[in-house]
């Protein structure tokens, strides 16, 4: 890619980037945070993380709505309306993140959607500390795939469906649409 910040730079101006997805595996947040990391990877041998992005648990009280917070998975398909403009995250609770990655070391989120909870949303439980658990009906977005009409589909591990979804205002901008 061509990192806009750098184009006067004699070294540096055009780089190899990878986006890192770790995955949120314990419900209520009862672990460290699962962030996605973006790691410059021109020199194979000596790979380094440039920028993060993160959902903000406070923006939904993502915590305390059930089921895992964190990052999940990302779109695989290079296809060319969103290759190397924007990436789709999915985190659990917190539905999928449209992220604008043309200037990788500063991610930033253009657009989200959170499904609704269904009649056939399954419960996520934790332990408590004095026996038994506490259970929550929560979406769990879980994997994100994109293609080459602009469609973007988002599966629910917790039965809430499959949504077929589409970009509008500033991140529809953002992509290559013919």
Same mark, same amino acid.
């Given at each position: 890619?061509?990192? @806009?910040? &750098?184009?006067?730079? =004699?070294? *540096? ?5 990878? /986006? ?10 009862? #672990? ?5 990391? &973006?790691?410059?990877?021109? +020199?194979?041998?000596? @790979? ?8 903000? =648990? ?7 709505? *059930?089921?895992?917070? *964190? ?8 296809? !060319? ?7 789709? /995250?999915?985190?659990?609770?917190? *539905? %999928?993140? $449209? ?7 500063? !991610? ?7 499904? $609704?909870?269904?009649?056939?949303? +399954?419960?996520?439980? /934790?332990?408590? !500390?004095?026996?038994? #658990?506490?259970?929550? %009906? ?15 589909? /988002? ?10 979804? =589409?970009?509008? +205002? ?5 992509? +290559?649409? !013919?």
């Amino acid at each position: 890619m061509t990192v @806009p910040e &750098f184009a006067k730079m =004699e070294k *540096g101006r055009t780089a190899d980037f990878v /986006v890192i997805v770790t995955e949120s595996t314990q419900n209520e947040c009862r #672990e460290y945070r699962h962030p996605v990391f &973006f790691a410059d990877i021109t +020199d194979e041998k000596r @790979p380094f993380s440039i920028s993060n992005f993160d959902v903000i =648990e406070a923006a939904g009280n993502f915590c305390a709505r *059930g089921g895992r917070f *964190g990052a999940h998975a990302s779109n695989e398909s290079f296809t !060319p309306i969103y290759y190397k403009r924007l990436i789709f /995250v999915t985190y659990f609770n917190a *539905g %999928v993140r $449209a992220v604008d990655i043309r200037d990788p070391y500063r !991610p930033k989120e253009v657009g989200y959607y959170i499904p $609704a909870i269904t009649n056939k949303t +399954d419960k996520r439980c /934790v332990p408590n !500390p004095g026996g038994g #658990e506490t259970c929550k %009906v929560a979406i769990q977005s879980n994997n994100v795939e994109v293609d080459e009409r602009g469609f973007i589909y /988002v599966a629910d591990r917790a039965n809430t469906g499959l949504h077929i979804l =589409e970009l509008t +205002d500033g991140a529809r901008a953002i992509a +290559d649409f !013919p």
